[in-house]
């Protein structure tokens, strides 16, 4: 999870013009599939990103302290008695498998977009480079 938290904030610092990502593409992915849901372009991608990363803060804020109360409809649902309380190990582990591959896959996301946004801005310099000299 710190990964995810320290790719994000390093692409909401090093993404001062997340315009200049309009109508760049990400590169192939390595096992030659597009994408899933189709092409967007990396500023779509960059707003997507940028909006999920309060969702996931809201989202382990609300794991960390449940408020008051706790989870009553959540205790409501399984009694010990159903035989159900090994199952639940069993659940939990397969949801936060889920939630690590989820959290792995916006973190290769992040890095890629901040990678590429600086081979954008690399590319610029040069050019400006190029037409002062």
Do not use: C, W
Request: charged fraction near 25%; proline fraction near 6%; charge should be negative.
């Amino acid at each position: 999870m710190e990964q995810y938290f320290s790719a994000t904030q390093k692409m909401e610092q090093e993404v001062m013009f997340p315009s200049l990502l309009r109508g760049v593409f990400p590169q192939q992915e390595r096992d030659g599939e597009a994408p899933e849901g189709g092409p967007t372009d990396l500023y779509e991608r960059y707003q997507l990103l940028k909006a999920i990363k309060p969702v996931v803060e809201r989202g382990l804020a609300s794991v960390t302290d449940p408020g008051p109360g706790g989870d009553a409809e959540g205790d409501a649902e399984v009694s010990p008695d159903d035989g159900a309380e090994g199952n639940l190990e069993e659940r939990l582990s397969h949801h936060v498998n889920g939630l690590q591959q989820v959290l792995t896959d916006l973190t290769k996301n992040t890095k890629a977009l901040t990678r590429r946004y600086s081979q954008i801005l690399e590319q610029i310099n040069l050019s400006d480079d190029q037409s002062s000299s």
